[in-house]
């Protein structure tokens, strides 16, 4: 394998405890909140935090005991992380002039990248003269210049401005894809992990909690932090057969009507995920007749508006975001800490038995 | 509209400023300003301009050679009594001169714990020799490179070096490259500390070395052996010491307080 991995690292107090592989040509996201530990899995990546246990393999190597300078890795750091002592172009060619190269070549190679990644950046400008995504660029083309086996990622777009956002994410897809070796890109930001990674390794206080493709984690996503990040509701409890074809699920927080999963025979089932979209929830101002199975009141937490798109966070039983248009909250008369009746069909709610049927 | 300054403030800033300034304003006053031409042909002035030029140099090379590192060690390496090792190599900045000299006389004088040995076994002796008023001079002002760069190195955010390791610096390519140009202002402010201290030297140098013309009579002990003499031509030497002093003073103004 090009790129495997499984340690535990630890920092002060924190243990952070990470697996996965990535082939050639492959994006691995390392998805998680702000203290989940990423920071810590790139720096034992990278060799400066020291491994408690287990291995980093670059193709089939042990790497884990070579100081960083001796590692086949290419970093951009968050922040960018830029020698502020050196021009943008000195900073590109630095990790070319540290293991040895000729000042002219190194020169060179860093001109290219330059031009290529960040064509309106001055050669010898300092960072401190550089706007957020410029010194993201020239710490990406830092990264590529010395030709590693695996490309790091840190939070790329982090400390960039929303308007220099879109260019810079299209200038990392085309950079991810033209890369030949493994990726590893870090970040908190869901759409930017679904959009630009091949697999996502979630991350959640030093332990993966889930891994899988975007479209797998958007569809299943094993905890709440996941299921957020999606945006859908997730529930978790035991299942119960109810009424022919349905069951009966307690989350503990209250009782969610499901679809009996096909094949499986009835009897109670331990340790069910199940999801429902916020868009599959309907709300009334008066108790719905009809035939929904999951009914229930609650009071409204939060209203959240994105453009058209309005997010209801309710505090029924158990707690549910629904998804209706700006307009459809205003023809209601929605405000937060009025009551309103919540539905969806059974049928809406997937299940996902922890063995990854659904 | 600007608010008012209140009065016992504005008193007692402005008793504050002239209490520092009346001194120097009276070396100006009282300045034989005619014979400024023949001030450093005497024999003796030059003679001790020289000498000057001589010893704070070579202690301020010294001072930065051996403290510099000193620094990082104290700065980067953690060991048990580096508190205790730092307020020792830092005493010299609060101690009397004049201590430092009776220590270094009991250390390295002819009968000293160290230069006993260096008399007997090599038949070096180090007082009252240029190379003394080097040592006495040195002890005196290196504390303030070492003080900087500790404070340069503590300052630095550590995660430019972890960077520049992982883009494949060696840890002494990280140190030429990354960590000493990042401190350099810090690095240039103190060693221009250093010399303006060396050059002012007086307690330790006269009492480690003596007040040998030629050898160890550097300016300031110049100007304390002319005052009875020569006042005139003291007033002037000691303008002169003021006048590089400011220069010194002003061109670090902000790094001393903190400020860029």
Known sequence: ?358 | MRRQLPAPIAVLAAAGAVFVLLPVLALVIRAPWGSVGTAFTGVGASTALRVSLEVSVVATVISVAVGVPLAWVLARVEFPGRSLLRAIVVLPVVLPPVVGGIGLLAALGRGGVVGRWLYDVFGVQLTFTTAGAVLATTFVSMPLVILATEAGLRGLDVRYERAAAAFGGSPGYVMRRVTFPMIAPQLAAGVVLTWARALGEFGATITFAGNLAGKTQTLPLAVYQAREIDPGGAILLSLFLVGISLIVLVALRGRLAGTR
């Not at chain 1, 090009?2 to 924190?14: M, S």
């Not at chain 1, 086949?72 to 590109?92: K, V």
């Not at chain 1, 930017?192 to 889930?210: K, N, P, Y």
């Not at chain 1, 969610?256 to 599959?280: F, H, K, M, N, Q």
């Open chain 1, 1 to 358: 394998m090009p790129l495997d991995v499984a340690f535990t690292a630890k920092r002060d107090a924190f243990t952070v405890q990470v697996a996965f592989s990535a082939a050639d040509g492959e994006t691995v996201a390392l998805l998680g909140p702000n203290g989940a530990g990423k920071s810590t899995a790139v720096e034992a990546l990278a060799g400066l935090v020291p491994l408690a246990s287990g291995y980093v393999r670059v193709d089939d190597v042990p790497i884990q005991d070579l100081p960083p300078e001796r590692r086949p890795i290419g970093i951009a750091f968050q922040d960018g992380l830029l020698f502020p002592h050196l021009s943008a172009l000195e900073n590109i060619a630095f990790p070319l002039r540290s293991r040895g190269a000729r000042a002219e070549k190194a020169r060179a190679a860093a001109v290219d990248l330059l031009t290529e990644l960040a064509p309106g950046v001055r050669p010898d400008a300092r960072p401190a003269a550089l706007s957020g995504g410029e010194r993201q660029r020239v710490a990406l083309a830092r990264a590529l210049v010395s030709k590693p086996r695996l490309l790091l990622l840190d939070e790329p777009l982090s400390a960039v401005d929303a308007s220099a956002r879109p260019g810079l994410r299209a200038l990392l897809r085309r950079t991810l894809t033209t890369f030949a070796g493994p990726r590893v890109l870090v970040t908190h930001d869901a759409l930017e992990a679904m959009t630009l990674a091949d697999r996502i390794v979630v991350l959640e206080d030093g332990r993966v909690t889930q891994a899988g493709t975007p479209g797998q984690i958007r569809s299943a996503p094993l905890t709440s932090y996941a299921a957020d990040l999606v945006g859908v509701n997730l529930f978790a409890g035991s299942l119960e057969p109810g009424e022919p074809g349905t069951g009966s699920m307690d989350t503990g927080e209250g009782t969610v009507i499901v679809p009996w999963p096909d094949g499986v025979p009835s009897g109670r089932i331990e340790e069910v995920l199940a999801t429902l979209a916020p868009s599959d929830v309907a709300l009334h101002l008066g108790r719905p007749e009809g035939s929904p199975r999951n009914v229930m009141l609650g009071e409204i937490e939060e209203i959240a508006v994105v453009g058209e798109r309005a997010r209801v966070r309710i505090r029924t039983s158990p707690p549910l975001v629904a998804e209706l248009t700006a307009g459809s909250v205003e023809r209601l008369g929605l405000s937060t800490g009025a009551l309103v009746w919540a539905s969806f069909k059974a049928l809406e709610v997937r299940l996902n038995l922890r063995g990854g049927r659904t």
